[in-house]
């Protein structure tokens, strides 16, 4: 009996005991488990139970344009963030009023509904202007914690937005330029960490400071060309009652783009802000293709010219103005247009529709699309803005003789305004390609060029856009004392539904033996109210900004008598000196000497105004420069407003200082 008792007890301990080892290799393993294989995920976890972190970018590189004026630059500004606590929130709200009060943006009840569901990091104001008085009323407060942030600001509102772009909340650019060089602006980042208590509050804060390398960047855009060409751009589509406008100018040796704009546009200080921005904030320019129309015809007669298949003297019978291709008539732009024999040249002269296809014909669509290839037409140009479109090319290597003809004058195929400048630059500075870029160039002897015609070809094709000019289609681009060269461009908008809608009005042209060798593009899409051919609508704009980029930098000779408002009614009119010299010299040797004239005369112009009422000078009528030269003179100092030449001056209350007033100027 005793012999089974101590059976029975010892089946007992040794239970007890496999039952202590089970629950201690459970035990050990669940450490194991917890100190091993997710020690690192706890770590985390409890990480950030205490710790927050949060990132803060350092200021950001500016954006300056070709001369060192600012497009894109920082402002000081502040944050105010909260941790909302369990516990005291009765003095928390207290701080919460008072915070209210300092800083009238913000409203004391939507804070606390804000705040009441939350216990972590909680932004109450994101890059707001404050005063130091602010600043410090703030840091006084409890649970509230203030920090200085750097904020993108844009001086100049509207001006060059589709280029520039914008940025978001935290600084990351999201369109244009800041978008497309976003890592080199946006340099390296801060990281803030602070510690919690366990309730919440931040006992500690650390910041890891890195170096800085945020990079400022130089556009190759003129500041007050490209707010003339916004301007005339501007006015002319609301003159026509358009849908949309755009302009660009670019330097034909550098590929430098000197202004490029579109409108409508958007200001970039409030890029979400106003009806259709999303359409806005894009640069159509180099995104949106259209069909060329005219301008287009140029590539027809390069490819003839370049393989010898015509000259510019060679004739051919333009049909009275019809020409049967298949089941179609070609016809001229107008009705009247009953040409018979023209020269190439004069097809390029008269935009001849019907004499353009009978010369693609000789040429064939196989060798036109080869020059068409050399300019890249359906391929992108590389410029640096976000967004570029390829275009539409046809994909066939051949075409039925319609739709050749059609492509011949700029029908039936689609290009980018951004194309066409290069394209015709390539014209301009005697057949070589160059990219266009939007940044300036700092060597222009390392730019790249690759030469797409001869140099012949260049040159006669060039001399019969100046006839274009002159004596054709294109006679409102004309600008007095310079030689234009340019093709306008009429075509017709393919329609939602199939078909066409309205017209494209254009005008692409270039200047020849000037001081500035360039080329300006011009549309204006879907005039309104009767005119809509690119002579009338797109040929004054590019008229006015290319001959505000020619005459810029020279004091006017001629100025009227300010009136008693102090405005210059005739300060717009055209230097008549120039005309006289002309005269006198004759057209081939005139520009040399008109320049030495003007800086001349100009010195002799600003000497005189120097006895002025109250003895402040006559600045009404000059432009920034000349203005600037005659206020060191005088020993005074300006306060400028607009961009263009002085159209009124009033003296100010400080002493030695008087404020001018600037608009682009009228040509007649």
């Known amino acids: 009996m005793v012999k089974k008792n101590i059976i029975k007890d010892r089946d007992k301990i040794g239970f007890v005991f496999v039952v202590f080892i089970v629950l201690f290799l459970m035990v050990l393993s669940k450490a194991f488990y917890v100190q091993i294989v997710i020690k690192k995920k706890l770590m985390v976890y409890a990480n950030n139970q205490l710790i927050r972190e949060d990132v803060i970018y350092p200021k950001r590189g500016n954006i300056f344009d070709r001369n060192g004026s600012p497009l894109a630059i920082n402002i000081q500004t502040y944050s105010i963030f909260t941790i909302p606590r369990a516990d005291n929130k ?183 802000m106003g009806a259709g921005v999303g359409d806005f904030q894009r640069s159509s320019f180099v995104s949106d293709p259209f069909e060329p129309g005219s301008s287009f015809k140029i590539f027809t007669v390069i490819s003839a010219l370049e393989n010898k298949i015509a000259r510019s003297d060679t004739a051919y019978y333009c049909e009275r103005g019809k020409l049967k291709v ?79 003809s059609n492509v011949s004058f700029g029908q039936g195929i689609a290009v980018t305004g951004i194309q066409m400048l290069a394209a015709y630059a390539a014209v301009a500075n005697g057949g070589y390609y160059v990219r266009p870029t939007i940044m300036k160039v700092e060597d222009a002897s390392k730019v790249h060029k690759v030469r797409v015609m001869r140099g012949d070809v260049a040159k006669n094709v060039t001399n019969m856009l100046i006839a274009a000019v002159e004596k054709g289609t294109g006679q409102n681009a004309r600008i007095d004392h310079f030689k234009i060269a340019g093709k306008t461009a009429t075509a017709q908008r393919p329609g939602k539904n199939g078909g066409y809608d309205g017209y494209l009005a254009g005008f692409v042209g270039m200047t020849v033996q000037s001081k500035r060798d360039v080329v300006a593009f011009v549309y204006i899409d879907a005039p309104k109210g009767g005119d809509y051919y690119g002579n009338v609508v797109a040929a004054p704009v590019f008229k006015d900004v290319v001959k505000y980029l020619l005459y810029e930098n020279k004091p006017p000779l001629k100025v009227a008598k300010a009136d008693e408002n102090g405005v210059n009614k005739n300060a717009n009119n055209d230097n008549t000196l120039l005309a006289k010299i002309m005269k006198l010299n004759g057209e081939n040797d005139a520009l040399a000497k008109i320049n030495e004239a003007i800086e001349e005369e100009g010195q002799k112009s600003l000497e005189s105004r120097l006895q002025g009422e109250n003895n402040i000078p006559n600045f009404i009528g000059l432009d920034k420069i000349s203005a600037s ?31 001018l007033i600037y608009a682009p100027p009228k040509y007649e």
Do not use: C
Request: zero cysteines; a neutral charge.
């Open 326 to 404: 298949g089941d179609h008539i070609i016809s001229e732009a107008e009705s009247f247009e009953t040409f018979e024999w023209l020269t190439v040249s004069e097809i390029l002269e008269k935009s001849s529709n019907v004499g353009i296809t009978k010369l693609a014909f000789d040429v064939t669509y196989p060798i036109l699309r080869r020059t068409l290839k050399q300019f890249l037409m359906g391929e992108k140009t590389g410029i640096e803005v976000p967004g570029e479109s390829r275009g539409i090319f046809p994909t066939k290597e051949n075409l039925d003789p319609l739709s050749f």
């Open 90 to 272: 009765k003095e928390q709200l207290e701080n919460y009023r008072a915070l209210a009060k300092i800083v009238p943006k913000l409203n004391f009840s939507e804070i606390k509904k804000r705040v009441s569901h939350r216990t972590k990091y909680t932004w109450l104001a994101r890059k707001i202007k404050l005063t130091e008085e602010q600043v410090k009323r703030i840091e006084s407060l409890e649970d509230v914690y203030i920090i200085s942030e750097p904020s993108r600001f844009y001086p100049n509102h509207e001006l060059a937005a589709q280029i520039l772009g914008f940025v978001g909340v935290d600084n990351t650019g999201l369109s244009g330029i800041e978008f497309r060089y976003d890592k080199l602006l946006k340099g390296n980042a801060r990281v803030i960490k602070y510690l919690k208590d366990a309730k919440g509050r931040p006992v500690k804060f650390e910041v890891n400071k890195e170096e800085e390398q945020a990079f400022d960047l130089n556009l190759s855009i003129e500041k007050d060309l490209q707010a003339v060409a916004e301007s005339y751009l501007k006015e002319a589509v609301i003159k026509h009652k358009a849908h949309k406008g755009g302009i660009g100018v670019m330097d034909v040796h550098t590929g430098e783009i000197l202004a490029m704009a579109n409108y409508p546009s958007f200001d970039p200080n409030t890029p979400f």
């Open 629 to 659: 030269i005659l206020a060191k003179q005088a020993g005074l100092v300006i306060d400028s407003k607009g961009i263009g030449i002085v159209v009124s001056q009033k003296a100010m209350a400080e002493e030695k200082k008087v404020e």
